[in-house]
């Protein structure tokens, strides 16, 4: 829910700015330009999401070797008393 209040406030700012910089009154002129930078935004957040989720696998990964490691290491560093 937090997002998509997120995305209306965008849309409501794209659509202001759009409105004080045509150079013509007319609706059709702002939805010209409203329409490429909409697409922009969504196209940036497509693929941030798409980075943030590979990050989140590779991180993943890292500690999952790093806590086999650290597993495999505790289990052969132990020294045998007596030897």
């Known amino acids: 829910m937090k997002h998509l209040l997120h995305v209306v406030h965008t849309l409501l700012l794209i659509t202001i700015f759009t409105a004080l910089t045509t150079p013509a009154a007319d609706v059709m002129s702002m939805f010209l330009l409203a329409i490429p930078m909409v697409m922009l935004y969504f196209a940036a957040a497509g693929i941030a999401w798409v980075h943030d989720r590979r990050a989140a ?19 052969t560093d132990v020294s045998t008393p007596g030897s």
Not at 63 to 74: C, I, K, N, P, V
């Open 57 to 75: 696998k590779k991180e993943a990964a890292l500690e999952a070797q790093l806590a086999g490691e650290t597993r495999t290491s505790a289990t």
